[in-house]
Every structure is written in structure tokens, then in C-alpha cells.
């Protein structure tokens, strides 16, 4: 769809912040008769943004008259289907984009995409690095960087565009079609939203919906609903593990894409057993780009992950640590527990929510010693202690990271992934994970 398309085109642009404003922008840019309108009251920074612009606005109400005439509505994300609003303009067969949609066709551009329950922030950031590896442009793009339409109005025509899709996203694609996506997983989540998990996985599959025979979708071969759901996929479909034979897999140690070695896991600056499903997958996305493999390999070597999920923070006195302060719950603790061979140094604990915590035994094998923090600290002591793990109870983080030096030596993991909400003793699980690392500096000195 070419820009002057849009001249005259009366467009309803449902809420405001980044990608709100970011439609907005493009769409006054582009000719058309834009009406931004947003339940709340948005910030003074983007009233002052839309004044400028020169657009129609009503705020605090969706009132049904601001449907009269319109011929798109591009709302925000976040915003249910189930408002009175969209309810009638789905009764009036109203087009309801997201703003991906709207970039998706400001550009020629290629797109790799990337959804799944867990685990895409990293993978799309490593997908990122790998691609910075080849000759042609490349941009990141959706909730970890700029706007989707911020950037493909500017992408050349011969550039890649890397986006993480969540299921909010997906939902108002239409014809939205990634040249190689992949979806990582499916558990519950957002059933506030959708109204089910056959809602939720059906809005995470229409990412491969207009994929076709020429295009490459990557797969969780260890997640039946992700297998079930894209068995429909029209792409060429190629499967990763961690566990079991696949397109992507690990074989003695060696990380596998088809045919080609591509660097022993031991090798990896990524920790945890998700985040080289991670790699894997970010693998499979870029082999069609023949990236020289010495490239990769120094990306892999070097690429930290993401801050607070299972993030290499260094070697500090022989000492390999981690931060997963993200990890708020047990399946993200185990799935990072489980990465790992090396004797684990294990901090945990923060808010109590009562959650049972006997699913983890079976992931804490390389655990060496659990140091417990927090509200939830002693029950993950006592845990430790019932399997003949030894353990410390502290009351505050920079107590746990002497501890975990003092118990551990050259060789061993520090790894902090709480299994627990931060709320106890912290605003939000970054200002946990900060604090994590500035005492491991304090300690441990600098990093090697």
C-alpha cells in the first residue's frame, strides 16, 4: 500500500503512547483525515505532540459517534476487543489494525518475526546481533525498539526489519507476512484478554497465517500445542529441541542447524536451558542470510543475553554469574537451573504468594548451595536442606552475594533467579537485578 493511498482516508487511531503517536504521525504525514481518541488521559508530552499535528481528538470516553465515516481504525495493543467501540466497529465491518499492520505495508522490506510465551526479547535481540553480521541493513523494531511504523517508513528497500510479536499484535494482523518467524512456546498467559488459551494460541499462530512455501517458520518440536497449531502453516516448517532430534538441536555437546556445526554450548555466553532454545532458534531465523560462520560464533562467544533474564554479567574471581531476576516464577527458574553445568550457586526468593515449590527438585541438580532471600527465603532453604543440598538464609541481597562468594569457588555458577516476585523487598524485578550486579562489583572486584 503506497503512501498517497492514504490521502483523504478517514483513520481512527485508538489510543495514544508510542505506538498510538507513531500512527498518528505517519498517518497525517501520509494525507490522511486522522481522529486520535484514547479512554484515559494522555500524557501532557503526547497532548502537545497531537496539537501539532493537527488532529481531531477526544479523550477520556469512546463515544460510538467517532465510528461515523471511518474506514480504518488502528488501536494500541493493549486495548480488548470487548470495549462497546470495537464491538461496533466489528458489527460494522470495520478494518481493526494494530500499528505493525500499518507498518507492514509502508514498506518493501523484509521482515523476521518472533512470538512465543517466553523467551522472545532475547531471541529477537540475538536475532538482531547475528543479522548486524551481513551486508544489508537491519532494524529492530515493535516492544523492544522503536515503533514498527517509525521504522519501516524509513527502512530501504532492501533491508530486514526483526520484531517481537506478542499475541495483543498479532491479533490485528491481516496481511502481515515475515519472510521467517518462528513461535517459541505457548503457556498460559493473557487470559484476561483473550478469554482462553484456544484464543490466546490461535492469536500467537496467525503469525505464520499469510506465510507461504517460499517462507520459514521455526517450531517447538517439545510443545504439542505450538506442533498442533502449526501444522496448518503453509511455510516450510522446521522444527528445534534441546532434547530430541531436529532441524536445530544439540548433539555431544554441539549446536546443530541442518547439517552445519556451528559452536560446542559450552561455549556460549547465554546461560540456561531456555536460552539455548533461544539460540537454536535465533539460528535457524538467520541461515538463510549466509552469515559467515566466524561471525556467529563471535556473537554467540560474546552476547550476554538480555538485562534480567539470565543475563551474563562476567567472571568475577573465577566465578561465572548470572542475572534472571526476571524469573518470578518456578518455570522460569527452572528453565534456567537446567542450563547449566557447572555447580550452581543459587540465589532465591523474594514475595510470598504460597506457590509450591517442589516442581523445581527436579531441575536443581547442579545446585551446589541455596542461598535464600526474602519473604520466600527460608521455605527455599528448607527445600534445599530436605535434598541434602546445603543452604543460607540472609535478609537482604548484598548479605546473599557474600554469602554465595563465601560458599563458592573458581569453576562454580553465581546464578540469582528468585523464582519469585520482587514486591517484598523491591519496586519491580529490574531494581532487584541492579542491585544484584552492583554487589557482585562491590565484592567480587572487576570482571575478568
Known sequence: MKKSDWVNKKVLVLGTAKSGIAAAKYLVEAGADVTVNDGGTPSGTDQDTLLKLGVKTTFGEHPLTLLEGVELIVKNPGIPYQIPLLQEALVRQIP???????????????????????????????????????????????????????????????????IELSSFQLMGMHAFKP??????????????????????????????????????????????????????????????????????????????????????AAEL??????????????????????????????????????AHRTEYIGEFKGRKVYNDSKATNNVATEAALSGFKAPIIWLCGGLERGADLTP????????????????????????????????????????????????????????????????????????RGEHFVRAVESIGGDAK
Not at 519472510?179 to 484476561?192: E, G, K, Q, V, Y
Not at 542470510?289 to 566466524?294: A, E, K, T, V
Not at 528448607?382 to 562468594?405: H, P
Open 96 to 162: 481493526i489494525w494494530t500499528e505493525v499492520e500499518l507498518g507492514y505495508h509502508a514498506t518493501n522490506a523484509q521482515w523476521v518475526a518472533i512470538t512465543g510465551s517466553n523467551g522472545k526479547t532475547t531471541t529477537t535481540t540475538l536475532v538482531h546481533e547475528l543479522l548486524k553480521q551481513q551486508t544489508r541493513p537491519v532494524h529492530l523494531a515493535g516492544n523492544i525498539g522503536f515503533p514498527a511504523i517509525e521504522i519501516a517508513k524509513e527502512a530501504e528497500d532492501d533491508a530486514i526489519i526483526v
Open 179 to 264: 519472510m521467517s518467524a518462528a513461535f517459541l512456546n505457548l503457556s498460559a498467559a493473557h487470559l484476561d484478554y483473550h478469554g482462553d488459551l484456544e484464543s490466546y494460541a490461535e492469536a500467537k499462530a496467525r503469525i505464520f497465517r499469510n506465510m507461504d512455501a517460499n517462507d520459514r517458520l521455526v517450531v517447538n518440536a517439545d510443545d504439542d500445542v505450538v506442533m498442533r497449531l502449526s501444522d496448518q502453516a503453509k511455510a516450510e516448517r522446521l522444527r528445534f529441541s534441546r532434547k530430541s532430534p531436529a532441524y536445530a538441536r544439540v548433539e555431544q555437546d554441539m549446536i546443530m542447524v541442518g547439517e552445519t556445526p556451528i559452536l560446542p
Open 269 to 306: 555466553a547465554l546461560g540456561g536451558g531456555h536460552n539455548l532454545e533461544n539460540v537454536l532458534v535465533a539460528l535457524t531465523l538467520v541461515e538463510p542470510f549466509n552469515i559467515p560462520l566466524q561471525a556467529v560464533q563471535d556473537v554467540l562467544r560474546t552476547f550476554g543475553g538480555v
Open 360 to 431: 523445581l527438585v527436579e531441575s536443581m541438580t547442579q545446585v551446589k548451595h541455596v542461598v535464600g532471600l526474602g519473604e520466600t527465603g527460608p521455605r527455599f532453604a528448607e527445600l534445599a536442606r530436605q535434598e541434602k543440598i546445603d543452604a543460607t538464609v540472609v535478609s537482604d541481597m548484598a548479605q546473599a552475594v557474600q554469602a554465595a562468594f563465601d560458599v563458592s569457588q573458581a569453576g562454580d555458577i553465581i546464578l540469582l533467579s528468585p523464582a519469585s516476585a520482587s514486591w517484598d523487598q523491591y519496586k519491580t524485578y529490574e531494581e
